[in-house]
């Protein structure tokens, strides 16, 4: 049975501006999942329009010289690509978008961003494809309205860059399974944090049970949806769509049972293994799938 807290419709956060012409997965893949909304893969949901990231906001997860050098464009070489006022709109765009996705889960219990690059990015640093941190910028957000928040990270990589902000919040706990050791990080002495990298798929399901289990009592829940642990995102050989599908499921059902308000990104998904970008966008259709159900 459905929660009451998951009202009606789901709003996920999206423009135009999230999507480059041509590039990484990470700023073009958007823009084929939006399209597949519009054309009704999965009816019932708003693509809402959210407000860019601003400059102050910003500051309060990363430093100003690092800010003030992506915005003003003296750092040429970002993590997402070659500076250009078009990427610097969409990095601003998605990071905006889980500011927004957050205050629409606060009121009606769930949504989501199209947004994907996030969870590298450090203090003073980007990394991994990611500019600015938006999985923490939603923490700050959500910690406006209420004690607690987790963040579960099921992306291929651990998420060092969240962890480098936000493990010493404490009233924030960090969950991340991973099927990749890049990025990893160490959960402080006693820490109320969990990490680890699987390395077999059998086991791949139990963990992510295991880190949730870490979460309990949180009041909201960030959730980066990263489907590049597919074994033809980017991930891992027997982490297949039946997998993924209950992976999403298990996420949902604990936020509902629980009366838990859940966001989620995008995150990773690539097509290095051999799937197309449509391909890629329709693993990320899962995600929405699950929320909408």
């Known amino acids: 049975m459905k929660s009451p807290i998951f009202k009606r419709p789901l709003r996920v956060f999206y423009s135009e501006d999230y999507a480059v012409g041509e590039g990484l997965e990470t700023v073009t893949k958007s823009k084929l999942l939006a399209k597949m909304i519009t054309d009704g893969k999965v009816s019932g949901v708003e693509l809402v329009a959210p407000k860019l990231a601003t400059e102050e906001e910003l500051m309060l997860i990363h430093s100003p010289e690092y800010v003030e050098g992506v915005m003003s464009g003296k750092l040429k070489n970002l993590a997402a690509g070659v500076w250009s006022k078009k990427l610097l709109k969409s990095i601003l765009a998605t990071t905006g978008g889980m500011r927004d996705a957050t205050n629409e889960a606060l009121r009606n219990g769930r949504s989501g961003s199209f947004s ?16 600015f941190n938006g999985l923490a910028l939603a923490a700050l957000e959500a910690l406006k309205k209420v004690k607690s928040v987790g963040i579960l990270d099921l992306d291929a990589h651990c998420g060092g860059g969240t962890a480098n902000i936000l493990k010493t919040n404490k009233r924030v706990r960090l969950a991340d399974v991973s099927v990749c050791s890049y990025d990893s990080w160490t959960p402080t002495a006693k820490s109320r944090h969990f990490i680890e990298v699987v ?4 086991s791949y399901l139990a963990s992510v049970r295991k880190a949730l289990k870490t979460l309990e009592g949180v009041e909201f829940l960030i959730y980066n949806a ?18 993924i599908k209950e992976r999403e499921a298990l996420v949902v059902e604990w936020a509902q049972e ?4 859940i966001v989620f990104a995008l995150a990773g998904g690539y097509t290095w293994s051999g799937l197309t970008l449509k391909e890629v966008a329709e693993l990320h259709l899962e995600t929405v799938r699950a929320f909408n159900a």
């Open 199 to 202: 390395d077999k798929p059998k």
């Open 226 to 243: 990263g489907m590049d642990t597919h074994e033809k995102a980017g991930g891992m050989s027997g982490i297949t769509l039946d997998v």
């Open 258 to 261: 629980r009366k838990v308000p």
């Open 116 to 131: 994907s690059g996030l969870h590298h990015a450090r203090a003073d640093a980007g990394m991994g494809f990611c500019t």
